[in-house]
């Protein structure tokens, strides 16, 4: 429920499916240690009752998918954090709460 108040539906759908393909591999990914390094505002624009933004964030985390039964990591580095740039782009409507609509790797 959090999750459906915070992102639009196309995103649960998204994160709904690759949770659910992760699963079905026995895997479970993990991010921790997230340092936000930067985040500018890389785009805003309006469409009929719609806001758009579109942020670019530049962060540092330990990203890992291990497999479910053994807690073996099958990708990603836990002893050395990656840096990665995104951009995640947010919508609300009509002026009501910012919702994530998509995420793109920059």
Known sequence: AALRRAVTPEMVSYLSEELADNAQK???????????LQADIAESWREDERDYATAALRYESRDVTRERA???????DDDHPTETTELWTFVREN????KLSAIQQA
């Open 26 to 36: 026995g895997l479970r990914n993990e991010v921790t240690d997230i340092t936000l």
């Open 70 to 76: 053994s807690g073996k990591i099958v990708a990603g």
């Open 95 to 98: 002026g009501s709460n910012w």
